[in-house]
């Protein structure tokens, strides 16, 4: 069993930043595979980006460039640092953690990006 508790989203206008975490509890964090995903009002849960337990990384498409997630396996954390952010950007942002068939989901935090 994995507890997982997201903080950092809030209020941002256009072109600034932000950053999530995403802190674990409740099992070796190390041996999971860390994602961050969003879901924005009508519209479908989708994949941010995600980080392997050897550090790989995956993002998509309409934040690359502008989005990085890491990890600290010491401190149980999964970050997404979010820069030049736009409008499309809102939605609440959830951390999923996954190992074989297994997969736990946080509760979420809203970002809201607008001027």
């Known amino acids: 069993q994995v507890h997982l508790v997201e903080s950092g989203g809030g209020l941002v206008q256009p072109g600034g930043s932000l950053r999530l975490s995403c802190a674990a509890s409740?099992?070796?964090?190390?041996?999971?595979?860390m994602g961050w995903y969003r879901q924005a009002p009508g519209k479908q849960r989708e994949l941010v980006a995600d980080?392997?337990?050897?550090?790989?990384?995956n993002y998509a498409d309409s934040v690359k460039g502008r989005f990085t997630i890491s990890r600290d396996n010491a401190k149980n954390t999964v970050y997404l640092q979010m820069n030049s952010l736009k409008p499309e950007d809102t939605a609440v942002y959830y951390c999923?953690?996954?190992?074989?068939?297994?997969?736990?989901w946080g509760q979420g935090t809203q970002v809201t990006v607008s001027s």
């Open positions: 980080i392997t337990s050897g550090g790989s990384t």
């Open positions: 999923h953690a996954a190992r074989r068939q297994l997969g736990y």
């Open positions: 409740g099992s070796t964090f190390s041996i999971y595979a």
